[in-house]
């Protein structure tokens, strides 16, 4: 009786934490020629001092969430999770300056 409990109070739990966790979390995908910003990691091992660069084009779709990425002549794969659309939302492929100041502004007060 005291198994059948823990196992269903387990489950339960389980789907609970899975709800809170699903509220905000966004799955990220991108296309061929979508331009991002991408988190370089600095020389220490802290996200704190990593820097967003880009914009940066995405060149080639290796799996649903690694990406081939071309910044400054060169091709590097990246994470979904170490990039961000750099078009704030606009039609526009080009990243306005003002745009990429205030994402790397929010994206930076995030990672603390």
């Keep these: 009786m005291a198994r059948e409990y823990a196992l269903s109070h387990s489950e339960r739990e389980q789907n609970r934490y899975a709800d809170y966790y ?4 966004k799955d990220k995908h991108f ?6 910003l991408i988190l370089m990691p600095d020389s220490t091992a802290s996200k704190v ?3 967003w660069l880009g914009p940066a084009r ?3 779709v290796r799996s649903p969430y690694r990406y081939l990425v071309e ?12 990039a961000v659309n750099s078009t704030c939302g606009s039609s526009q492929p080009l990243v306005t300056q003002w745009c990429v100041i205030v994402l790397v502004l929010v994206m930076n007060v995030i990672s603390l």
């Design 22 to 25: 699903n509220l905000r979390s």
């Design 31 to 36: 296309e061929v020629g979508d331009q991002v």
């Design 49 to 51: 001092f990593s820097k």
């Design 58 to 60: 995405v060149t080639d």
């Design 71 to 82: 910044y400054d002549g060169v091709k590097r794969q990246f994470h979904a999770n170490s």
